[in-house]
């Protein structure tokens, strides 16, 4: 079991995910006041459009900073300078005095939590023991659930506020101290990642880092854990590239498999549905109040089920399995929410319109549930310590791009083919759950060094001193066995 200190540590980290799920949440409630409305002077839609399109710029440009200087930085002192450029950001949207020092607050906050939330499941996924990596990297994914949740619920309670700049000036502000606490806590208590401080040569840091973190193994199992950490990770080092091109020579289908498992997650139309279902349900003649609450509503379906799976699903279930449930979930659910409203968007039947307001909550809990977590912690665990900021990075960055696209395609895809833009969604969903059936072999209970085994890397055998090939080929299922066989011996 994982020591309180690494949970602890993994909810601490959670803040710079939470940030990510907050800031992108309170925008579609600021943008819907009118009282931000007529202090910004009525913006066109265009500009009104630049508040969701520019953050998302931010975000993927964030992302591609973390590829290019983490790995020199570290993970504590890049998070740090994130923390620094978030809370920045977060005061000049807060106290903006036209829309374009509002757009610049949110490019900077975007830059800042595209950055956070490509590094925190690297780092979670870094310090987490093998047997517990789904739950503690999972908490990262919890984070952006639960800032999703928290914007819904203000945005809702503000809304009963008197009309003025209170209104959209306060949920913004609340973003402010965490930016600050995060910072504190990563300069005080919270340890860099072992496996980043063998990679620099610091072996003596590295061993008193491991040992703080996994504090519940004996003296002997956590020599025994360090030793197999520290072979491995010079094994690869003493063959590591540095260029892209023979990265994706070398570890193609590695990199390939993270990239993908992030640009899926756009394709599903997650945000897509998160930002435009205040249009939605407006179009089911809701009232505004009404619309509001049931943001609200989806935030904590967001939230719940996030939390449930990762805590009970994730290490006990897999990753691979979950992926493949929650995209065949994805798929029927908005085949579903297409066909309701397209037969109740613009009648007055209040059971048909509930049941299509569900085709939207059935989404939020299978989304959730099922690929929120589970994409952001496999991305980063099936990468080798060299690659992991660089790929991420890629990755992310390809997630909030295609974002860019979808999201900024929504508003004119509704008002012309309407619901059939899920339809859209469906095809890449589809698309998608045949790669990740062909392809994305199980990493539950493996340390991050013996995944390399499920893509055919080779893996050192610590007793022996000699490096083994694992057939380059195998299998999903028979990986599969191999991992679940784990929870009747100790899998270091």
Not at 407 to 413: I, S, V
């Amino acid at each position: 079991m994982g020591s309180a200190y690494t949970f602890g540590i993994a909810f601490f980290a959670a803040i710079g995910t939470f940030l990510f799920g907050f800031d992108t949440g309170i925008a579609t409630t600021t943008i819907a006041h009118q009282s931000w409305v007529d202090y910004m002077k009525h913006p066109s839609a265009g500009l009104t459009g630049a508040v969701v399109a520019v953050y998302i710029a931010g975000e993927a440009v964030g992302a591609l900073t973390q590829t290019a200087v983490a790995d020199r930085m570290g993970r504590i002192r890049f998070m740090q300078m994130m923390c620094v450029v978030v809370t920045i950001g977060t005061a000049v949207q807060t106290g903006a005095v036209n829309i374009g020092m509002f757009l610049a607050g949110r490019v900077l906050a975007g830059f800042a939590v595209g950055g956070m939330v490509s590094t925190v499941p690297i780092y979670l996924s870094e310090i987490s023991p093998p047997q517990q990596r789904g739950m503690i990297g999972g908490i990262s994914g919890c984070g952006i659930s639960f800032g999703t949740m928290m914007s819904n619920w203000v945005g809702y309670g503000c809304s009963f506020m008197a009309y003025g700049q209170r209104q959209w000036r306060l949920p913004l502000g609340l973003q402010i101290p965490w930016g600050v606490l995060m910072f504190v806590g990563l300069a005080t208590f919270m340890p860099n990642s072992p496996r980043q401080l063998i990679r620099q040569g610091r072996t003596d840091d590295a061993r008193r880092e491991f040992n703080k973190i996994r504090r519940e193994l004996t003296p002997n199992e956590a020599e025994e854990e360090f030793h197999s950490i520290m072979t491995q990770i010079r094994f690869e080092m003493e063959r590591e590239v540095t260029s892209y091109k023979e990265i994706f020579r070398l570890f193609r289908r590695r990199a390939l498999v993270s990239i993908a498992v992030q640009t899926m997650t756009s394709l599903t139309g997650v945000n897509v549905i998160q930002y435009y279902q205040t249009i939605l349900y407006k179009g089911l003649g809701m009232s505004p109040s009404t619309i509001l609450a049931l943001a609200g509503v989806y935030g904590t379906v967001t939230f719940v089920s996030n939390s449930i799976t990762t805590r009970y699903l994730t290490d006990q279930w897999g990753r691979r399995k979950m992926i493949l449930t929650g995209l065949s979930g994805v798929i029927l659910v908005e085949i579903y929410a297409a066909v309701m409203q397209r037969e109740f968007q613009n009648t007055n039947n209040k059971v048909g319109k509930g049941f299509t307001i569900l085709g939207i909550y059935l989404f939020a809990l299978i989304y959730y549930g099922m690929l929120n977590s589970t994409t952001w912690l496999y991305g980063a665990e099936v990468l080798p310590i060299a690659l992991r900021s660089k790929i991420m990075g890629i990755a992310s960055a390809s997630h909030f791009i295609v974002n860019v696209a979808v999201t900024e395609a929504g508003p004119t895809a509704f008002s012309t083919i309407k619901e059939n833009y899920y339809y859209v969604f469906v095809c890449c969903t589809t698309f998608f759950l045949v790669i990740a059936y062909l392809f994305f072999p199980e990493t539950r209970q493996q340390s991050l060094e013996e995944i390399a085994a499920a893509f055919g890397d080779e893996v050192v055998d610590v007793d022996g001193g000699k490096a083994t090939h694992s057939l380059p080929h195998a299998k999903a299922d028979d990986i599969e066995r191999d991992a679940i066989s784990t929870d009747h011996r100790e899998t270091r």
